[in-house]
């Protein structure tokens, strides 16, 4: 339990910065080296090291050095269980709406 | 564009932490005051408070003084944009899937 939360914990902090969901979507549709990510998104080396290390950490995304050259990819993690909480999160949301409704359509005259 | 990546910004942060998860869960079920939600877990007022702004912030939550408690509910926010996020984004990564296994499937003899 503690695990599966330090784990979404990890995933919904590295997807909350604009910048790291930009390169989720860009590495989404291919792998790129750190140096192509830091042009793409007209940052330093370091700061997109910075954002690597923290989308690396969540399993988000995969690096391996070839050379002198670090190659970024989708990682194993694919945000099943982040998903799966928002989701049952927002059926339990929605279920309530639904119980009010029909609480107030059943005290009308 | 600007306000909305901000506005992801806030929610995942507000939701990568255990803690505050559980505080949605709870109010989920029906509003409490922040003393109740600092005694069912099991913090002091002031950290529970931390909690509650940060949730307020990101929309999350809403609360309400009347007299001397301050009472919290399920605010406006229902996490529409977040959800959309995760699941086109996990949507891309199913059909490069996709498209990877007719690749190989297309290239067995």
């Given amino acids: ?14 997807v909350s910065d604009a910048t790291r ?3 989720l979507e860009r590495l989404g549709k291919g792998e790129a080296s750190i140096t192509d990510l830091a042009v793409t998104f007209d ?6 090291k910075k ?4 989308l690396e950490e969540s399993g988000l ?14 990682g194993p993690h694919r945000m099943d269980a982040e998903t799966k909480w928002m989701e049952t999160y927002r059926e339990m949301l929605e279920s309530r709406l639904d119980h009010l409704d029909a609480f107030l359509k059943s005290r009308k005259p």
């Avoid at 599966?4 to 919904?12: K, P």
């Avoid at 940052?43 to 997109?48: A, E, F, N, V």
Wanted: with cysteine; charged share 20%.
């Fill in 21 to 23: 969901r930009g390169i």
């Fill in 43 to 48: 940052m330093t080396l370091t700061g997109m």
């Fill in 51 to 54: 954002h690597i290390r923290v």
């Fill in 61 to 74: 995304v995969a690096t391996a050095k070839v050379g002198r050259v670090r190659t970024c990819r989708i």
């Fill in 1 to 14: 339990m503690v695990q599966y939360s330090s784990r979404l914990d990890l995933t919904f902090a590295a």
